[in-house]
């Protein structure tokens, strides 16, 4: 099974065609193993009631620690067999799933930002503005670097193998956009770049949106507007394909959320 993840909704404009993966369902964990593929790829199996594990791979099949077009994509397929919330399980976590208004959501953990001064770095090597600059923990790996409000970040110079001179971190760039301004009704946009791992740049990042909302809320971006379930944050991924995802922060949770399309493939004869 193909599916292709964070994909615009049924009325949207905004051209993005999303993140592909292919999704196999096993009988046990013993015949999850890793493949050389053309897209990323993420074999689930059923662990309980209601309850499956998910490992997902590169297509160089190099181990994804939190692959969040993946999730969603397993999440998706799974919800329509309970019919019913779920919980997915991945290396050492358990993330909850849920299918809402026509989005699959995941329920992460929240994960810790800490704000720092920009590296020189940065704005050389990437020819860009930084005006804030954040942090996750060591083992999670991400670097978030804000851009002042409404900038074009299609523009912004990818990394390639600078990135990895200077650090083992993946680069988030992020900016606000102004309602006026907005191409999806988003309340910001962002690109993801991870040359160290082998990712140029991800077309649609569900693993960046739970950082991004943490980021975020931290910055403030919600005061006066929760973002909830039923009201979520949309956020536009600008990378050369495009990406619509969704954000709240609801029962101890970051919930990421995005519009999973399902293409079954034909058995072999």
């Known amino acids: 099974m193909q599916a292709f993840c964070n994909s615009p909704e049924d009325g ?3 051209r993005a065609a999303g993140n592909p993966c292919r999704v196999d369902l096993l ?3 013993e015949s999850s193993q890793p493949a050389i593929d053309t897209i990323t790829r993420c074999t689930t199996w059923e662990t309980g009631t209601h309850s499956a594990s998910v490992a997902c791979w590169t297509a160089s099949a190099e181990a994804i620690e939190c692959c969040g077009h993946g999730l969603l994509s397993c999440a998706s397929v ?4 309970w019919n019913s919330h779920g919980i997915l399980t991945t290396a050492d976590s358990q993330i909850q799933c849920r299918r809402l208004l026509n989005r699959v959501w995941l329920g992460f953990t929240t994960i810790e930002l800490s704000a720092e001064p920009s590296p020189n770095w940065l704005a050389q090597h990437l020819n860009i503005t930084v005006d804030h600059t954040a942090v996750t923990p060591a083992e999670a790996g991400y670097i978030v670097a804000e851009l002042p409000k409404d900038t074009q970040l299609t523009l912004v110079q990818a990394p390639n193998t600078v990135l990895s001179k200077h650090t083992r971190r993946a680069l988030i760039v992020t900016c606000r956009a102004s309602a006026n301004r907005s191409a999806a009704g988003e309340a910001f946009q962002f690109r993801y770049f991870a040359p160290q791992y082998g990712v140029t740049e991800d077309p649609a990042t569900g693993s960046a949106m739970r950082v991004l909302m ?12 929760p973002a909830t379930l039923d009201r979520p944050v949309k956020a536009l991924q600008c990378s050369a394909t495009g990406g619509i995802l969704y954000g709240a922060l609801e029962n101890s949770r970051i919930w990421v959320g995005g519009h999973v399309t399902e293409l079954t493939e034909a058995a072999p004869t």
């Open 214 to 225: 943490r980021y975020w809320h931290n910055r403030g971006l919600f005061e006066g507007s």
């Open 78 to 81: 799974w919800l329509g067999r």
């Open 27 to 29: 009988s046990n964990a």
């Open 12 to 14: 949207e404009s905004v």
